[in-house]
């Protein structure tokens, strides 16, 4: 039974940075159903969060043969390839100035991905991906890792070595940033002003490297180190234009500890990173960030049915002393509180329907927060909070389609005229409509 459910832990992975990617080149290297190791994409099961910890390979996967005078060479039984289109349509309750409301993602977004086990306990996924706003490809998500397992004081100790471009991208649990929720979202929204580093800021413009372990099925550990690796600029980096260029090295930390009782399960942890940063250059004055978060993730059957919740807070202080001088601040310390927190209730592995509310608070700054029609702040304040609700259907099992509202109570800093060009915060409320298709 144990050989079974190592064998059985994922047939296809979700990563997300603002949307969701199933990739079914894992369902046809392994010939199980993505329902196997989702709940609801990108949400992963145990079997799913298995899998990703052991470098994406299963023991079976692989064909031992000899090549001439080569040494073994393992590869996989299936081509380690997917596409992902994501279609959409996004309607704001008063359009931004200017603008025609209504926006038609056709589509939003197409992605390829190589995903598999590329050796024995190596694998990994790497994204390319076409956005409709941009009108090009550019490289998106990459997540490769080495694993392997041993015992520790009698017990189970499972670790591994992971490369990556976004801070909590390897992380596998789903309340960290870089899988919550909401999974799919629009591109066409009116976005806040502020929001921690950790919180996705640096999601594809970094490179880091860490290591992970897993023990006794309870506690886990990873650390990894991150430097800046602007996509789309010359090579090495000037960092003109670019609000953040680590300066030495960004470590992030994550400690977790999970526990099942009866048909409970909940998850407990911490994250966070440390990250000094030029802005617009790579030396003179830095801007320092500390982002310590806590994070929970619950689950329990009902049957065939499941619910979830997921909950974060995420508080950051930072030092603008660059930003400062340079005119960008007014004051040198400043602090963001986020909170997040949601709840799905899944009806088998066809329908399910989700709650979130957010809210994000921070210290006001004429400088930083300053009035601007539509994305500015009138009372130098970045408070924002609001709530999500969204439904979904699956027809089948790499189909999804989608909707999603989000209302704003107060968006930077005020309800009304929040922006000082009369602009209230509910006129920022949307609507989202998605199919999402993935092969």
């Given at each position: 039974?144990?050989?079974?459910l190592?064998?059985s ?8 940075v603002r ?9 046809r290297q ?8 989702h ?5 992963l ?12 390979v ?27 289109l994501?279609?959409?349509?996004t ?28 050796a ?7 994204q ?10 550019g ?14 004081r009698?017990?189970?100790f ?5 490369i ?13 940033p ?17 929001s ?6 640096l ?8 290591g ?9 550990g990873?650390v990894?180190l ?19 260029n ?7 930390w994550?400690?977790?500890w999970?526990?099942?009782?009866g048909a ?5 942890g ?21 982002d ?5 993730q ?6 065939p049915?499941?619910?979830d919740?997921?909950g ?34 899944h009806w ?16 006001s700054?004429p ?10 702040s ?7 909070s ?18 999603n ?12 005229n ?11 409320n ?5 199919l999402?298709?993935?092969?």
């Open positions: 039974m144990q050989k079974l190592r064998i832990v994922l047939s296809c992975f979700v990563l997300s949307y969701a990617n199933a990739v079914p080149s894992f369902a392994t010939g199980l159903s993505c329902n196997v190791c709940s609801n994409p990108p949400e099961t145990a079997f799913g969060r298995n899998f990703k910890l052991r470098g994406y299963l023991t079976d996967m692989t064909k031992k043969e000899k090549v001439g005078n080569a040494k073994d060479l393992l590869l996989s039984k299936y081509i380690p390839v997917s596409v992902m994501l279609l959409s349509n309607a704001n309750q008063s359009k931004q100035p200017a603008t025609q409301n209504n926006s038609v993602g056709l589509p939003q977004m197409l992605s390829f991905y190589l995903a598999g086990g590329f024995s306990h190596f694998g990994g996924l790497a390319l991906t076409y956005t409709h706003s941009d009108d090009h490809f490289m998106d998500m990459v997540d490769l890792r080495y694993a392997n397992q041993t015992k520790l009698g017990k189970d499972e670790y591994g070595i992971n990556d471009n976004s801070p909590t991208l390897e992380d596998v649990w789903n309340s960290t870089a899988e919550g929720f909401p999974w799919i979202q629009t591109d066409s929204g009116v976005s806040p002003l502020a921690t580093v950790i919180d996705g800021v999601a594809q413009d970094v490179a880091g490297v860490g992970y372990a897993l023990w006794n099925n309870h506690l886990y990873d990894s991150y430097r800046s690796a602007h996509g789309g600029t010359p090579s090495p980096t000037t960092g003109v234009g670019q609000s953040y680590i300066s030495g090295v960004a470590p992030y994550r400690v977790a999970q526990q099942s009782w409970n399960y909940l998850e407990v911490t994250y966070g990173i440390y990250l000094n940063s030029f802005p617009n250059a790579i030396s003179g004055p830095e801007d320092r960030y500390v310590p978060s806590f994070d929970f619950y689950e329990r059957p009902f049957g049915n499941l619910l919740v997921h974060a807070w995420m508080h950051e202080k930072s030092n603008l002393a660059a930003t400062y001088l340079a005119g960008g601040a007014a004051f040198k310390d400043h602090h963001l509180n986020t909170l997040k927190i949601d709840s799905t209730y088998r592995d066809r329908y399910s329907a989700t709650g979130a509310l957010f809210s994000t608070t921070g210290n700054d400088k930083l927060y300053a009035p601007a029609p539509l994305t500015g009138n009372n130098d304040n970045p408070d924002t609001g709530y999500i609700g969204q439904v979904a259907f699956w027809p089948v099992q790499n189909i999804d389609i989608n909707f509202y989000t209302g704003y109570f107060k968006f930077n800093g005020a309800a009304t929040y922006d000082g060009a009369m602009r209230n915060a509910s006129d920022n949307t609507a989202y409509m998605s999402w298709l993935i092969f």
